[in-house]
């Protein structure tokens, strides 16, 4: 049985979703982040359709579409297309290609071409798309809901590769006449060489991991449902050594500040992570994505400086503008000397917009509707309320993934797992089902 997850709980596993129809794939990574839908006939696919959401600087989106423009036009169209034709009509061979190419990468003294590393791994993502869905056209694609929590993510894909309990012939291409057939080993085994070459490439020191490198990739292992490496790649992007550009013999590294904001996992890639993770039923793995993304440093200084920075300045610049309003102001009154009716004036002011900014902090970071089994601990900072809501959200979503379905046994859980949770969530000073919150314990 299908289950979708609430839409308020902000797990967004969608269902009928698929990439915007675009003729190439400079435009696909452009536009990766606007999947509209479209119907499937088929049964359901057990993937999961990764939101990546487009943000308002297109900076890194922008140099991904010129880059790979770039790459395009150095060849003409008929090789491109002959290729394509030549790779897909031969997925065997399109998957040597791909070792050659890591092992290359690996062998080479000198740092790895960002283009032809992120040609690659789009290369692999249409191959995964031909892996699970049996088409390698972008536009094609076909995502939908996973399955319920219970089952193995990677084992219902595969399941789901044999069509039927049978071999299935698939037309691998929009380019090839002659369809190919892929027997469900062949898929099993090409479905994991994917996974652990997208992996070996970006772990490579000579490969330089870029955002747009990291949501083709995370698009690729959750839809091939093998999310076992997503915490170490999420690890290496904030402080894998920068190998130098143009350097060799050998490759010179610089080292990153882990704590700078380019370096924060997106939230929509950590929550298509944690729903893998959830998928696999695999609770360690959760835990370390939780760590590597929204628990990350670089993420709570791009929290600090996306929603706070705005609110500072207008807060740092309130006594400057209280001060020169309030020196104005006196000149047009007689009933006091002017000096005192200025700084009686700043004094009401700024007592006024501490008071209101006080009062919005508080509510803000006390507010608790959202919480369902994870509560903050008493006593804890209300700025790390709010600089950690996120962190508090996804344990509180593996809670839910945990626990009982039925609200009236919250509770009753035992195990292992559970206490292993019990004891995570605890020593982040947050609260599992708190007491006095539960039902009939009011």
Same mark, same amino acid.
């Given at each position: 049985?299908?289950?979708?997850?609430?839409?308020?709980?902000?797990?967004?596993?969608?269902?009928?979703?698929?990439?915007?129809?675009?003729?190439?794939?400079?435009?696909?990574?452009?536009?990766?982040?606007?999947?509209?839908?479209?119907?499937?006939? +088929?049964?359901?696919?057990?993937?999961?359709?990764?939101?990546?959401?487009?943000?308002?600087?297109?900076?890194?989106?922008?140099?991904?579409?010129?880059?790979?423009?770039?790459?395009?036009?150095?060849?003409?169209?008929?090789?491109?297309?002959?290729?394509?034709?030549?790779?897909?009509?031969?997925?065997?061979?399109?998957?040597?290609?791909?070792?050659?190419?890591?092992?290359?990468?690996?062998?080479?003294?000198?740092?790895?071409?960002?283009?032809?590393?992120?040609?690659?791994?789009?290369?692999?993502?249409?191959?995964?798309?031909?892996?699970?869905?049996?088409?390698?056209?972008?536009?094609?694609?076909?995502?939908?809901?996973?399955?319920?929590?219970?089952?193995?993510?990677?084992?219902?894909?595969?399941?789901?590769?044999?069509?039927?309990?049978?071999? +299935?012939?698939?037309?691998?291409?929009?380019? +090839?006449?002659?369809?190919?057939?892929?027997?469900?080993?062949?898929?099993?085994?090409?479905?994991?060489?994917?996974?652990?070459?997208?992996?070996?490439?970006?772990?490579?020191?000579?490969?330089?991991?870029?955002?747009?490198?990291?949501?083709?990739?995370?698009?690729?292992?959750?839809?091939?449902?093998?999310?076992?490496?997503?915490?170490?790649?999420?690890?290496?992007?904030?402080?894998?050594?920068?190998?130098?550009?143009?350097?060799?013999?050998?490759?010179?590294?610089?080292?990153?500040?882990?704590?700078?904001?380019?370096?924060?996992?997106?939230?929509?890639?950590?929550?298509?992570?944690?729903? #893998?993770?959830?998928?696999?039923?695999?609770? #360690?793995?959760?835990?370390?994505?939780?760590?590597?993304?929204?628990?990350?440093?670089?993420?709570?200084?791009?929290?600090?400086?996306?929603?706070?920075?705005?609110?500072?300045?207008?807060?740092?610049?309130?006594?400057? $503008?209280?001060?020169?309003?309030?020196?104005?102001?006196?000149?047009?009154?007689?009933?006091?000397?002017?000096?005192?009716?200025?700084?009686?004036?700043?004094?009401?002011?700024?007592?006024?917009?501490?008071?209101?900014?006080?009062?919005?902090?508080?509510?803000?970071?006390?507010?608790?509707?959202?919480?369902?089994?994870?509560?903050?601990?008493?006593?804890?900072?209300?700025?790390?309320?709010?600089?950690?809501?996120?962190?508090?959200?996804?344990?509180?979503?593996?809670?839910?993934?945990?626990?009982?379905?039925?609200?009236?046994?919250?509770?009753?859980?035992?195990?292992?797992?559970?206490?292993?949770?019990?004891?995570?969530?605890? $020593?982040?000073?947050?609260?599992?089902?708190?007491?006095?919150?539960?039902?009939?314990?009011?």
């Amino acid at each position: 049985m299908t289950t979708i997850l609430p839409r308020r709980a902000g797990f967004v596993c969608r269902s009928c979703q698929k990439l915007s129809a675009q003729p190439n794939r400079r435009q696909f990574i452009s536009q990766v982040a606007s999947p509209p839908k479209q119907e499937f006939s +088929s049964k359901p696919r057990k993937t999961i359709a990764v939101p990546l959401r487009k943000r308002a600087t297109q900076t890194t989106d922008s140099a991904v579409s010129d880059r790979l423009a770039a790459i395009k036009a150095t060849k003409p169209a008929e090789a491109r297309d002959a290729s394509a034709a030549q790779s897909s009509a031969n997925p065997a061979q399109k998957l040597k290609d791909f070792e050659k190419f890591v092992a290359q990468v690996q062998s080479t003294d000198a740092a790895a071409d960002y283009d032809d590393v992120l040609e690659t791994l789009m290369d692999m993502y249409e191959y995964s798309n031909v892996l699970v869905h049996g088409t390698s056209n972008i536009q094609d694609e076909k995502t939908t809901t996973s399955s319920s929590h219970g089952e193995n993510s990677e084992g219902g894909i595969l399941d789901d590769l044999a069509e039927g309990q049978s071999t +299935s012939i698939h037309n691998v291409s929009t380019t +090839s006449s002659q369809p190919q057939q892929m027997s469900l080993s062949f898929r099993t085994t090409a479905a994991a060489t994917i996974s652990k070459l997208s992996y070996t490439l970006l772990q490579s020191p000579k490969v330089y991991i870029t955002e747009g490198m990291l949501q083709i990739y995370v698009r690729t292992i959750c839809q091939l449902g093998s999310p076992e490496y997503l915490p170490e790649i999420f690890h290496l992007y904030a402080t894998k050594p920068i190998p130098r550009a143009e350097s060799a013999h050998p490759v010179k590294y610089s080292l990153p500040w882990p704590k700078m904001p380019k370096y924060a996992i997106p939230i929509d890639l950590a929550e298509a992570a944690l729903e #893998s993770a959830i998928l696999k039923k695999n609770l #360690s793995l959760a835990v370390a994505i939780i760590d590597t993304t929204v628990g990350a440093p670089a993420f709570r200084t791009s929290k600090i400086l996306r929603q706070a920075s705005v609110p500072g300045l207008i807060l740092g610049a309130a006594p400057l $503008v209280v001060y020169a309003g309030a020196d104005w102001v006196s000149r047009w009154q007689n009933t006091m000397d002017s000096d005192i009716a200025k700084y009686t004036a700043v004094a009401g002011a700024l007592a006024y917009i501490g008071t209101l900014s006080t009062i919005g902090f508080v509510a803000i970071t006390t507010y608790n509707d959202q919480m369902q089994r994870v509560v903050w601990r008493p006593g804890t900072y209300l700025s790390s309320r709010w600089l950690r809501e996120e962190e508090r959200r996804f344990f509180d979503r593996l809670a839910l993934a945990w626990g009982f379905q039925d609200k009236a046994r919250w509770g009753e859980e035992h195990g292992g797992e559970w206490l292993r949770l019990r004891d995570e969530v605890g $020593v982040r000073d947050m609260i599992l089902d708190k007491t006095d919150l539960m039902e009939g314990m009011q």
